[in-house]
């Protein structure tokens, strides 16, 4: 899976990570509906770490369909809440 963090790039993820990239999102999930700012803000940059150590970075200059958007590392609590889908930020995290 192609995933974007916004204001970075693309990551080519395998999808045998999503169930750990999973627990992180419904974490980021909670934090945002109690208004934990601090929690929020280290889990997402927990989130996006996962992303980076777990998959390859692509080239700057490929331009590959993103199946997945992630926000940017200093993207706001209201930011964020925008960019959710009824899964959380990753497909299947709310299970």
């Known amino acids: 899976m192609i995933v974007r963090i916004m204001g970075e ?8 990570h999503f169930t750990e990239l999973n627990k992180l999102d419904d974490e980021l999930l909670a934090e945002m509906e109690t ?7 280290n889990t997402l940059g927990a989130l996006l770490n996962a992303v980076r150590t777990m998959g390859t970075a692509l080239p700057d200059d490929s331009l590959e369909p993103s199946e997945l958007i992630l926000p940017a590392p200093d993207a706001s609590l209201a ?6 889908s009824e899964d959380g930020l990753i497909p299947g995290s709310t299970d």
């Open 9 to 16: 790039g693309q990551v080519k993820l395998d999808d045998s």
């Open 35 to 41: 208004g934990d700012e601090a929690g929020f803000r």
């Open 79 to 84: 930011e964020v809440r925008g960019m959710l």
